[in-house]
């Protein structure tokens, strides 16, 4: 016995597609818009009816890697949905976080129209608004919230959902998917690409719908659905833990067009580092946009529960961040084999951050990680305490006067810089051990820069912490440097910073 295939417009969408949309780029430009079979498969699912012929679902998420046919599948849907789904006074909103990015599918449907007789026999392509049937119209909107309140729309296709960071971007969102409560079946529709911050819209969304009772995964493609929320996402690509191997990179793109030799190509391009080509071409999660360190250098260099020696003597370092944010301590010392063991400690002010240790009331108290620097006097020789004097002036001076030796390094400075080199250098090279502390990995991992004439300059993604990466790099320098810690002290105020 055979179970029947529930109810769905696909076909008619597929037919529709393939009557009136004519490819208008590269080697099947002017042929029909044919849906390939796990295209079909998404449509059908996506425009799946209920027993009373009404869509089952109203938010549909599509995440796809890159040059995967997302614009011309977003844009035959646009058409459709100003066309042929039935709804008199469509109005079909294209959006996007920027206007090129919305321009994007606007200009396909738009090529649609002016390529096929038959399509422009009914829609009138204007260079901002296409006019269609019965009074319909598509448009695109980018991300100025504020105009959009007044919208109605039938239908949303969002593009490239990963790019929404900014309030502003995000008010566009809201705007956008609570504008369509008078509309009989709307469709909010976003295809994109995987992202790097989990804070994002795209992040939260993409969390919830893998906490579903109803996931499933069969090979590279992961489909979430919520029929009474009417919620689906139809997601190809790599999950958290998978490799990027070959085999699965090329798993993960549905397209029968993209093959191994256009993936190794995307992968040896200069301009696309490895986090990039995960996230565009294998639609996977990572950590952040353009790491510092290639991915796995900072785990590789882990020793499952190495400890530094007791009676070592460590360079201490602190970055300090007092109000919303996360405060470090960093411990270097260096090996008799000429590695340099880390290890670092994390305190914050926010339940969101990535540390140790949350501590109440919205604010580190310093007194707490006085007291921890300290407890590390009794354990190892310290040598010194390096920190970062914009809010750790006054809990240094208490330090110095029981007894340590401290120096400033001001973020900015020639100091610091030189202090990034040094770090990155000894990790490229595998000259470091640490204990593999999943805290101190995620501030690593969280860690981007940009090479300038004066040397690293460090950075890190919007709600992402990296004081610990940034405090070890403070430790790993005056460690692994020759000069003694007196003669430190008496030059430090004469360095020239220039």
Known sequence: MTTASPATQGAHVAAFAREYCRHTKGRWAGEPVVFEPWQQAFIDEAFRLDANGRRVYRNVLLGLPRKNG?????????????????????????????RDQAGIVFDQARAFVEASPDLGAHFDAQRFVIYGPQGSTIKRVAADGRMQHGTSPSAVILDELHALETPRQEELYAALNTASGAREQPLNLAITTAGYNRHTILGRLYADAMRLPDVRREGMLTVARDPAAGFLMWWYGLADDDEPTPENVLAANPASWITSAVLEAQRESPTVDEYA??????????????AWMPAGAWDGLASEGY??????????????????????????????????????????ARDDAVAHVILPGGRVDLAVVEDYIEALADRYTVRELVYDPRFFERSAATLSDAGFITAPVDQASRRMAEAYAAFYTAVQDGRVVHPADAVVSAHVEATQATMTERGWRIG??????????????????????????????????GLDDE
């Open 70 to 98: 997302k614009s011309t599948i977003a844009a035959a849907l646009a058409c459709y949905m100003a066309g042929a789904d039935g709804e008199a006074g469509a109005e079909v909103i294209i959006a996007a976080g920027s």
């Open 277 to 290: 080509f995960r996230r565009l071409h294998a639609n996977q999660w990572t950590s952040t946009r353009n």
């Open 307 to 348: 400890t530094i020696p007791d009676g070592s003597e460590v360079v201490v370092a602190v970055d300090v961040g007092l109000v919303h944010d996360s405060t470090a301590v960093a411990v270097a010392a260096r090996l008799d084999d000429g590695r340099v063991a880390l290890d670092a400690r994390v305190w914050a």
């Open 460 to 493: 890190r993604q919007r709600l992402q912490r990296i004081d610990a990466c940034v405090a070890m790099c403070m430790a790993l320098w005056r460690a692994d440097r020759e000069d003694k810690p007196a003669e430190y002290v008496l030059t430090w105020e």
